[in-house]
């Protein structure tokens, strides 16, 4: 009976395997195939892993990309570093990454409904929160590089870092941006909007 568990186990851990690789071997740079292959893999991911896991951040993060690429109908966002390429090598470790794990621990466990394990769940939670928050701050700062001068993008620097209340910060920094043009605010608020994270939402 345990040799036939085990045989059984060694089977679906296989069988997992072999379809992770398959979507591996048909990943294009297309964003339409991409859409396909993160569809398969988001379904692999939400059933062995819990909700907390940095993959779901992940490939939610790489979903946000293929919907940017196809509501633009382009293939890479200067802003942002992203590229079809880059996208595709992004899929590729995350399935690359799961595989390395199955060869080393077997078929993961989804833990979302356990609570014998309310610590590391946490984590998980508190990882992905800074992963996000992480990924905010960095947009809207690679917005700011983009739509100001460098000479600009210093000034707004030098009130952040002289001016420690935040309420007076607010103001100085509102003056500023007004005094840059209403060209520069409006591309600013533009570039947010846009943003797929904002742009889904809005959708």
């Not at 007076?168 to 570039?191: H, Q, R």
Request: charged share 25%; net charge neutral; aromatic share 6%.
């Amino acid at each position: 009976m345990y040799n036939n568990k085990i045989k059984k186990m060694n089977e679906n851990i296989d069988k997992l395997k072999e379809h992770l690789l398959a979507i591996k071997s048909s990943i294009k740079p297309d964003r339409n195939e991409l859409d396909k292959v993160v569809v398969s893999i988001g379904s692999i991911i939400d059933r062995f892993y819990s909700k907390s896991s940095p993959y779901n951040e992940r490939i939610k993060y790489v979903t946000q990309q293929i919907t940017f690429y196809k509501l633009r109908k382009i293939d890479s966002n200067p802003i942002y570093g992203w590229s079809m390429d880059s996208t595709v090598q992004e899929i590729t470790a995350i399935i690359e990454n799961i595989i390395d794990e199955i060869n080393l621990l077997g078929i993961p466990t989804n833990d979302s409904m356990k609570i014998d394990k309310p610590i590391n769940i946490t984590n998980n939670i508190s990882q992905n929160q800074v992963v996000s928050q992480f990924v905010s701050i960095n947009f809207v700062l690679d917005i700011l590089k983009n739509e100001l001068t460098g000479s600009q993008y210093k000034e707004i620097q030098e009130i952040t870092k002289t001016e420690k209340d935040p309420l007076k910060a607010k103001e100085k920094i509102c003056e500023k941006l007004k005094s840059f043009g209403e060209n520069v605010l409006s591309n600013i608020l533009v570039s947010l909007i846009t943003n797929p994270s904002i742009w889904s939402s809005l959708m």
